[in-house]
């Protein structure tokens, strides 16, 4: 029996003999070969006959060639890929009955009764009608004598899983669909290419993205590249919108800003319901400012190019999940749609989902904006709330002199609410991805209200020498598409120089304190918190946001930077992969960073499509390591041509990885050959993806409120803060979808501080899937399935 995610437990080969097929349908998008990889496997996993169907629903009508018995070589080397290796397409046949009679025709012949259907609503609307007339589809056969009575008492069920494949992210019921992230990544790369010439000429760029009638992608994108302006459907532009335009894009540049970035969405309308196109913004910026724009559509671009890691994890988790669902089914099972939620992928009730999507039309069509906004979901509303306020805000007036940066002055000016507070923003840690929009909103968002902020440069370090710089509207200009960490950061602790940062903070008279960093701020913002009875200074609103590739900071599912560092991962993986095409058999051993987290070689494990990883958290003894060799001589015996090993740099004090990689080349000789490579700080490297970008933009907002709502609690009269509950000092993380904020002093019991990562860690549950899918020998063990090096050398004088 083997544990997935945590819940459900399946045994090896206990569906023997049962037929599935996989078969992708309507637009394509990056991961559904991902997808399809992770079904086949599951299926042969546990027993079953699992078939292609090439072309969708046309090769199920059409049957013959295009259904296609599948092995576990058949998905090899495809996780990287993007659109779909068997082919997807539009069918008109299927629509008909006659054609739905095809192709249940054909799915008898080949003894299938469960599908797993990869596609847009209408894939899936489709699929369920299938389900429904199947009965009397194969009454229909049997009267025709096309089937025999025995085929149709032992066929009589079908059971559908969908897999929602779209860029679009229009699907509701699920947090993300499948190539939506691969998008926003073509999206965001677009992008950040044109801001530099964009930049160089003082020009307006209007970005017309995909999305048909769902502004996920337009919203996101605005986001995470400090977009002026977006047209999304079902938020459309006021009447007056033109002139809104105008007023922002002068602001801005009044302010010194010399680009500007517009976003619209394919689907993008007024409150009349008129459509809002690129060609239409460019004429209004054109006419009423006269200034140098461009427009640029992007195209089947955003369909294109490899899928991103959260895409490979993403398909490889779903279809797992679609695999389990259909097995369990029985007569009375509803169709259902594997969805993803709070991090978990579970199984919703598929027309539930299709009758809200529907539902979300026809709130557009009666021009329902609200209902139409909260039907797309949770995420979907936050990113528009965020959005919103960051388009609005302004400095308040007077607040930039003529060569737009912010006066001195600013420190006495109050904005909307009159507050006033004096705030501080600082790293601890090493450098991530999402700390410089982190840094950016928060800035942002204190300056719109009235309050002033300092960034204090060089972490601890720098707070004790006072290097306090006020931050500016335009100090932060650009920078959420740069990664690194522009305020400086070092791992240093405050340890025993409390007193010295105390002062500091009491010279400046620092009234709220955010600390973006790792496990080093973390740490330090501890011991500041626990110093609170002997510092009056220490008494202010102190909170942590999360921000390493190790993702080792307990009260948070991720942390800011993980997501690109193991985009990053994955890349290298692919081109180090690919550098071994055409050469015989090769294994490549790789080190990636975490620390005593195996998060980073666990995640890219999966959407490498490794066939290990070693981790500190899962021993493993010389009999492991020798089996997994054997377990890859065996797959190379199979027609793999290449190997992927993982290393957690702290996996094992002695076996390292210079031992792991001179153990393969010593016992691959003649079968294979081995390399290895130790990425180092590549990891740390890179643009942020868009999940960082925007993970950081939301995280620094919801500190903003979080510290006001504290300061109004705890402030008296005389204006002197006293904070001295455990819960005005937290850390804000994602849990199971929700931003949670959370003591640290009740997360110091949830702490292994020796080897610095969070006693239960949520990615643990995704390891036998990393095993299954990698044929592993923990999952796969057939007798006779391993043999010596030895032994296949002589069965194979090619090897000697």
Same mark, same amino acid.
């Given at each position: ?9 399946? *045994? ?116 369920? %009608? ?95 590249? *400090? ?140 021009? *329902? ?14 990113? %528009? ?144 918190? *626990? ?74 494990? %999966? ?194």
């Amino acid at each position: 029996m083997t544990e997935i995610e945590g819940s459900k437990f399946i *045994e090896r080969g206990a569906h023997k003999g049962k037929g599935i097929a996989v078969f992708t349908s309507g637009g394509d998008s990056q991961g559904m070969n991902a997808a399809v990889r992770s079904v086949v496997r599951m299926g042969i996993y546990l027993g079953c006959k699992v078939y292609f169907i090439r072309e969708g629903y046309q090769g199920m009508v059409d049957g013959g060639s295009n259904i296609v018995e599948a092995n576990w070589s058949s998905v090899s080397c495809i996780i990287h890929k993007g659109g779909t290796i068997i082919g997807s397409a539009r069918c008109k046949d299927f629509r008909e009955r006659e054609g739905r009679l095809k192709a249940a025709k054909n799915l008898v012949e080949n003894g299938i009764t469960n599908l797993v259907v990869i596609g847009g609503d209408g894939s899936l609307t489709g699929a369920d %009608l299938f389900r429904q007339e199947w009965p009397s589809l194969l009454d229909e056969l049997l009267q025709t004598k096309q089937i025999t009575a025995e085929q149709r008492e032992k066929y009589k069920f079908l059971q559908i899983a969908g897999l929602v494949g779209s860029i679009d992210n229009d699907f509701c019921g699920t947090d993300m669909t499948i190539g939506t992230d691969s998008a926003l990544h073509r999206i965001i790369e677009a992008i950040d290419a044109i801001v530099s010439t964009a930049y160089s000429h003082q020009r307006t760029f209007i970005m017309e993205v995909m999305g048909r009638h769902c502004g996920y992608l337009a919203l996101v994108a605005a986001l995470t590249s *400090e977009a002026d302006y977006a047209f999304v459907p079902e938020s459309p532009a006021p009447d007056n919108w033109q002139k809104k335009l105008c007023l922002k894009l002068e602001q801005e540049r009044q302010a010194g800003q010399r680009l500007n970035i517009i976003i619209v969405s394919e689907g993008a309308i007024d409150r009349n319901g008129d459509p809002i196109t690129a060609e239409l913004v460019k004429k209004v910026v054109v006419d009423n400012l006269h200034q140098d724009t461009r427009v640029t559509v992007l195209g089947h671009v955003q369909r294109g190019g490899n899928p991103s890691a959260f895409d490979r994890i993403l398909g490889s988790r779903m279809g797992a999940e679609a695999v389990m669902a259909l097995m369990e089914a029985d007569e009375t099972t509803e169709p259902c749609v594997i969805s993803l939620d709070g991090n978990q992928a579970v199984r919703v009730p598929l027309m539930e989902c299709v009758k809200q999507t529907k539902a979300v039309a026809q709130a557009m069509a009666d021009k *329902e904006w609200e209902k139409a906004v909260a039907l797309r979901g949770k995420s979907f509303m936050r990113n %528009l709330e965020t959005y919103k306020m960051l388009t609005r805000l302004k400095p308040p007036k007077d607040a930039f002199d003529e060569q737009g940066r912010g006066k001195l002055s600013l420190i006495s000016l109050t904005g909307p609410t009159g507050e006033g507070y004096v705030m501080a923003v600082m790293h601890i840690g090493a450098p991530a991805c999402g700390m410089n929009a982190a840094v950016r909103s928060f800035v942002r968002n204190c300056i719109y209200r009235g309050d002033t902020v300092y960034g204090i440069q060089d972490g601890v370090e720098g707070l004790i020498a006072g290097s306090f710089k006020q931050l500016n509207w335009s100090d932060v200009t650009g920078w959420v598409s740069h990664g690194g960490a522009y305020l400086g950061t070092k791992r240093t602790l405050p340890n025993d120089r409390l007193g010295l940062i105390a002062s500091r903070l009491q010279e400046f008279k620092i009234q709220g304190l955010l600390i973006i960093g790792g496990f080093e701020a973390f740490q330090g913002a501890i011991q500041i918190t *626990e110093a609170r009875d002997e510092y009056q200074a220490f008494r202010i609103p102190i909170m942590v946001i999360p921000s390493t590739i190790s993702n080792n900071v307990p009260g948070t599912e991720f942390s800011l930077g993980c997501d690109t560092a193991l985009n990053a991962i994955t890349d290298i993986c692919d081109r180090i992969r690919q550098s071994a095409q055409g050469t015989k058999r090769r294994v490549f051993v790789v080190e990636v960073m975490g620390g005593y987290c195996g998060y980073l070689a666990t995640l890219a494990g %999966l959407a490498g499509g490794a066939d290990a990883a070693y981790i500190h958290e899962e021993k493993f003894t010389i009999k492991d390591l020798q089996q997994d060799v054997y377990h890859m001589a065996t797959k190379m015996s199979e027609g793999v041509q290449r190997g992927l090993i993982l290393r957690n740099e702290r996996a094992s004090e002695n076996y390292n990885t210079d031992f792991i990689y001179r153990l393969y080349a010593e016992e691959g000789k003649g079968l294979f050959s081995a390399r290895f490579n130790v990425l180092g700080h590549m990891q740390q490297g890179d643009s942020p993806t868009p999940f960082d970008r925007n993970l950081g933009t939301k995280m620094a907002a919801k500190a903003v409120d979080w510290m006001v709502c504290q300061l109004k609690n705890n402030m008296d009269k005389d204006g002197n803060v006293n904070c001295t509950d455990p819960n005005t000092a937290c850390l804000l993380g994602i849990v199971k979808r929700q931003y949670k904020c959370t003591s640290l002093a009740e997360l110091k019991d949830q702490t292994n501080f020796q080897q610095r990562i969070p006693k239960e860690q949520w990615w643990l549950k995704l390891r036998p899937l990393l095993r299954i899918l990698a044929k592993h020998d923990s999952a796969y063990e057939e007798e006779g399935m391993y043999i010596t090096i030895e032994e296949r050398a002589n069965a194979d004088p090619l090897y000697g």
